[in-house]
């Protein structure tokens, strides 16, 4: 069970802003409770932008592996390396490094987990490189066609609108 489990007992799908949890559902509510009665957002306007709202937020999970294996230092680090030498073993990342051969196998293990690096067995050495497949960049492009969505979207700018004048 993952930490976002059951946030107030409404579903798994939470996230945090300005130190409050949010829960899709409580976004949905806090859309119609703000912007319901005339005036407002049309409730098929609401409802659009709810749905491009949850599918960035379904994009950024989906990608959640890609942003773990680039936040840390050491496996920046690492990615650099590989921009360097196109491919290398434990041995030579080791060898460029200050951290121990268990170490370097954990972070390649999680770059190769999140689909950046690829490796390749030859003989009793398995050598990573940086993936061929554009898997990781498709991601990253779906993430922001999806902000995209949001931004563009007309309702978008009213629902600001309706948001400051509602907060004053």
């Known amino acids: 069970m993952s930490a976002w489990s059951g946030c107030f007992g409404v579903e798994p ?9 949010y829960s ?13 009665g005339g005036g407002g957002l049309k409730e098929q306007e609401r409802s659009v932008l709810l749905e ?6 379904h994009e950024i999970r989906q ?3 890609i942003f773990k294996a680039l936040a840390d230092p050491v496996r920046q680090d690492i990615l650099m390396m590989f921009m360097i030498a196109k491919r290398m073993n434990v041995a030579q990342v ?3 490094s200050h951290l121990s051969r268990p170490a370097i ?9 999140a689909g950046i690096l690829d490796s390749l067995k030859e003989k ?8 061929l497949e554009n898997s990781v960049i498709d991601q990253l492009k779906a993430i922001i066609r ?10 978008k700018a009213f629902e600001e609108h309706e948001w400051l004048s509602h907060k004053k």
């Open 94 to 96: 080791v060898e460029q």
């Open 52 to 57: 491009k709202k949850q599918a960035l937020l």
């Open 146 to 155: 999806a902000a995209e969505n949001i931004t563009n979207d007309p309702a």
């Open 105 to 113: 196998s954990h972070h390649l293990k999680i770059l190769k987990q």
């Open 13 to 21: 799908h939470c996230f945090f802003k300005s130190d409050m949890l």
């Open 124 to 131: 009793t050495e398995v050598y990573y490189s940086l993936t």
């Open 63 to 65: 990608s959640t592996d």
């Open 24 to 36: 899709t559902q409580m976004i949905k509510h806090l859309n119609i409770s703000i912007y319901g």
